[in-house]
């Protein structure tokens, strides 16, 4: 499928469990980002990556690490999940072109629940 | 220390009138103001975008004002149509130094067209 794509779409887990959500563009978009979203607080940057094998981290890095060996995908790992990381995840990605940079693309979203 | 407030929760329009939704930013460095449209179970979608240096920009029913002294946009809607009900977050970025390509978020503003 073309476009940006999230799994899983939903999943429950344990504090304490590791928990990997997947994001795959077919663009070939430079620029990948993950997001999370509680009420309240709008849209936070987790991580954003420029490239492959190029990563840094945004406003909520805490307790997350994200990989990127390869253009299309991103992973997120939460390396032991916590109530407070019960959110809605999500990845974008966007072109490195300066007029285009800022308009990103977002997957459907991944619901957490952290039991 | 939220750098893009949208202190609006909620807005309720009738359909056919005008919808104005703002956004006030605190940083002076953002240069590329963005509003994004959020459907339940979705990723938000890219609107529409105004630089900094343009006061004013329009793609159809939907006008961005931007005023740089005030450090405030706003997102016209005319006219209004139920199909607009969705949350609207406004963003913010600044191409120069390490915050290029990363867009700071406001928190949402639920906006209802009512028929």
């Known amino acids: 499928d073309a476009g940006i794509t999230q799994s899983p779409r939903y999943k429950i887990t344990e504090t304490g469990r590791q928990v990997t959500l997947m994001c795959h563009q077919t663009w070939s978009h430079s620029y990948m980002f993950w997001y999370r979203q509680d009420l309240g607080h709008g849209l936070r940057l987790i991580y954003y990556s420029a490239a492959a094998d190029i990563t840094d981290k945004g406003e909520v890095p805490d307790g997350y690490v994200v990989s990127r060996s390869k253009t299309e995908n991103f992973p997120l790992t939460l390396e032991s999940a916590t109530r407070s990381q019960t959110s809605v995840y999500f990845c974008?990605?966007?072109?490195?072109?300066?007029?285009?940079?800022?308009?990103?693309?977002f997957g459907p979203g991944t619901r957490l629940t952290v039991t | 220390d939220q750098q893009v407030k949208q202190n609006s929760p909620s807005l309720s329009v009738q359909e056919g009138r005008i919808s104005i939704l703002n956004c006030d930013y605190t940083n002076s460095m953002f240069d590329y103001f963005l509003w994004y449209k959020k459907y339940p179970a979705e990723g938000p979608t890219f609107l529409i975008s105004?630089?900094?240096?343009?006061d004013k920009n329009e793609d159809g029913r939907f006008t961005v004002f931007l005023n740089k002294s005030a450090k405030h946009l706003s997102l016209h809607i005319v006219p209004s149509q139920p199909g607009d009900s969705a949350v609207y977050f406004c963003?913010?970025?600044?191409?120069?130094?390490?915050?290029?390509?990363?867009?700071?978020f406001g928190q949402g503003t639920i906006l209802t067209v009512h028929p």
């Open positions: 105004i630089s900094s240096i343009k």
């Open positions: 974008a990605s966007a072109e490195a072109l300066t007029s285009k940079l800022y308009e990103q693309y």
């Open positions: 963003a913010a970025g600044n191409a120069g130094g390490t915050s290029y390509g990363k867009l700071t």
